[in-house]
T-cell receptor
Framework: GEDVEQSLFLSVREGDSSVINCTYT??????LYWYKQEPGAGLQLLTY?????DMKQDQRLTVLLNKKDKHLSLRIADTQTGDSAIYFC?????????????FGAGTRLAVHP | KAGVTQTPRYLIKTRGQQVTLSCSPI?????VSWYQQTPGQGLQFLFE???????NKGNFPGRFSGRQFSNSRSEMNVSTLELGDSALYLC????????????FGPGTRLTVL
């Protein structure tokens, strides 16, 4: 079945780059997403990538996709304290239905001075 | 454009009761999906509605049900509440579902005592 895995914690110094990694099992995954959740809030879509792309850049965010290894990463450049949150990787595809997002457990990013 | 709104934001119920949660999608969006978020199970897909019809369903018991109205607003109902139903319930809307990006509301925090 579909599964998405992420490391649970990441701590970085303010101004450094953060890299959050994710692996997924469904080779038919079509869309891969990164969502951000701040305390007490819902999910904010950060970015997404189609499975036929290798990379996508959006301001401070860079998404890299290695489809062969089913590995997705999110790089945040110049990480700020406001980036402290939980980051969720998610996938969707024809197996479960494009509208059904399968989420990882989330990576808690802590940014310290 | 206003975002996805969910009411109420917080709810406390006791075991055995039932509860109804409401979601108003972004104007023009016709697809509404519901997710349950718990510390133990993470984010799990409940169901998706489009044009007043349930189009996809996750692996939840029949106590969890939903509906969608002609204005695309959606409600979900949980009957015979159990302690394990305590969770953050998130609603997401998209234009047509499928490959369209989903935008999440702030969620309803349900506590079952």
């Amino acid at each position: 079945g579909e599964d998405v895995e992420q490391s649970l914690f990441l701590s970085v110094r303010e101004g450094d780059s953060s890299v959050i990694n994710c692996t997924y099992t469904d080779s038919s995954s079509t869309y891969l997403y990164w969502y951000k959740q701040e305390p007490g809030a819902g999910l904010q879509l950060l970015t997404y990538i189609f499975s036929n792309m290798d990379m996508k850049q959006d301001q401070r965010l860079t998404v890299l996709l290695n489809k062969k290894d089913k590995h997705l990463s999110l790089r945040i450049a110049d990480t700020q304290t406001g980036d402290s949150a939980i980051y969720f990787c998610a996938e969707s595809g024809p197996a479960g239905g494009y509208n059904k997002l399968i989420f990882g457990a989330g990576t808690r990013l802590a940014v310290h001075p | 454009k206003a975002g996805v709104t969910q009411t109420p934001r917080y709810l406390i119920k006791t075991r055995g009761q039932q509860v109804t949660l409401s979601c108003s999608p972004i104007s023009g969006h016709r697809s509404v999906s519901w997710y349950q978020q718990t510390p133990g199970q993470g984010l799990q897909f409940l169901f998706e509605y489009f044009s007043e019809t349930q189009r996809n369903k996750g692996n939840f018991p029949g106590r969890f049900s939903g509906r969608q109205f002609s204005n695309s607003r959606s409600e979900m109902n949980v009957s015979t509440l159990e302690l394990g139903d305590s969770a953050l319930y998130l609603c997401a809307s998209s234009l047509e579902g499928g490959l369209d990006t989903q935008y999440f509301g702030p969620g309803t925090r349900l506590t079952v005592l």
